[in-house]
């Protein structure tokens, strides 16, 4: 993951951002919504540095997939890098701005797929994308991944810097 964001970001501001990601368009389902709900809580947890809060809203065998290419994070590893930053209340501060849901066409409705765009004051738009799965307890996260979008024009010199970087790190 890159560097922590700040939580120093307007509360206003996010609850704001929180009230209106969390109300459902008029056309969401029951399930989208709480999809929804569950996302909107897993960036309240990490802006408010809620630790508990944050990891009880993965499933056991979650994973967590950072900006950097080698990050890929199960549930406990993911644990122990952040338990740091939370413990020093240095969360990360990510506000939806879209988001979409889809509930797979499974016979138990159980498993549901999301696209998000987020706005960063550290690193300005990223992407969130992963699945969650429908238990006893609700709805989990079993997969989370973050990137950062490249306008396409942007997209040549980008790669170019990526493949440079990743030549001098061999």
Known sequence: MAAWGSTSMSRAALALAAALTATPALAASPDEAA?????DAFHAAAAHSDFKGYFDLFTPDGVFIGTDAHERWTVPAFRAYAKPAFDAKKGWVYVPRSRH??????????????????????????????????????WKIAQYALTFPIPNDLARDMTDRIKAYEAKAK
């Open 35 to 39: 999809v929804g709900k569950t996302l």
């Open 101 to 138: 849901v889809t509930i797979a066409a499974t016979p138990c409705r159980c498993v549901a797929y999301f696209d998000e765009l987020l706005g960063s004051k550290a690193y300005g738009t990223s992407r969130g994308t992963g699945v969650l799965i429908k238990g006893a307890r609700g």
